[in-house]
């Protein structure tokens, strides 16, 4: 996807340990047009599945879930990492956190995701791929099918594909990040 | 909004404390063609306003913030419940959240608000309006110039409008919950 490889290469940073800050643009202020490409995108790429939900987490995947939720005319619901109190029967699973080295909890209503469903998972980030195992969980506990999960940025280089993909799950990022190395950010053609 | 107060009755269910449950289309579940007429429905009401920047607070606000951003062809800015390690620099307040009975830092990047900004705040929910005093305190740290907040519910009794308007803040919301007891929810005309 040009137009994002471009926005990462002008407005991403990089710092030590393989972070990529994209903050300006996709998750602390956001570019809603490049949000809306984004999810046209993500319509292309699973073109070829029966979807008929999206799914997310809290707080970065909601506004390209939204989206493509929008332009695809289907629901989106969100996975939250704590339960909040009004919320009485859920879904639960625990995820490691390598950015903030902690584990949390991820929740999601049975009402919202249930046998029937065929969901789309889409988040901002693919990097070790701890989030998107978490959300497997909570699809399979639910029985329903994973049909994919979208990234918009795919870190290549912390596997988080290859543990997804040995779990049978199609993977499609729209940018793929081969490595950030001396402040240089190297996205796959 | 009609079709917004007809999706409270219908959907929306209520509880001990003055508690309106909207996980079904708001806050949870979302329906993204609500959420579209919601940021119609606050164009209209911030129309005369020189609007050039959405901020929006982390997870809920984000859906209808983003859509309204994406109609309007503006940024938005979601604060942050806490700064993620790769920000460094980010203003800070603290809020009490009633639901949740704790305190908690509210964060956002200078960077991204500043004395240029003429800024649109928008949120689901205003309750006691602890988190849009928290807003309103960020926007006044960074210099920027606070044209309104929007709300797409709003529980009138908790007076979170009162608070703010003695703030001089204009204040817009799309639903008016005028009382909630014995399971039955009020709506204002």
Redesign the interface.
């Known amino acids: 996807m040009k137009l994002l490889k471009e926005r990462i290469l002008q407005d991403g940073k990089c710092?030590e340990g393989g972070?990529l800050?994209v903050?300006?643009f996709i998750n602390?202020?956001?570019?809603?047009?490049l949000?809306?490409a984004i999810g046209i995108e993500f319509i292309r790429r699973f073109a070829t599945t029966n979807v008929n939900k999206i799914i997310t987490i809290?707080?970065s995947g909601?506004?390209p879930a939204?989206?493509t939720?929008?332009l695809m005319?289907?629901?989106?619901?969100?996975a939250?990492k704590k339960p909040?109190?009004?919320?009485k029967n859920y879904l639960s699973t625990t995820v490691h956190s390598f950015?903030?080295d902690r584990e949390y909890e991820m929740v999601?209503?049975p009402?919202?995701i249930t046998p029937d469903d065929n969901v789309l998972f889409i988040d901002d980030f693919l990097a070790y791929g701890n989030t998107a195992m978490g959300i497997l969980d909570l699809v399979e506990q639910a029985g329903a099918n994973l049909v994919g999960m979208g990234f918009i940025i795919e870190k290549e280089f912390q596997n988080g594909r290859i543990l997804l993909e040995s779990k049978g799950v199609k993977v499609e990022s729209l940018a793929i990040i081969e490595s950030i190395s001396n402040r240089l950010i190297k996205i796959k053609e």
Chains 1, 2 share one sequence.
């Open positions: 710092y972070i800050k903050d300006s602390h202020q956001m570019d809603p047009w949000m809306k809290e707080a909601i506004a939204i989206m939720g929008y005319d289907l629901p989106v619901v969100f939250k909040p109190c009004t919320m950015t903030k999601i209503s009402e919202f």
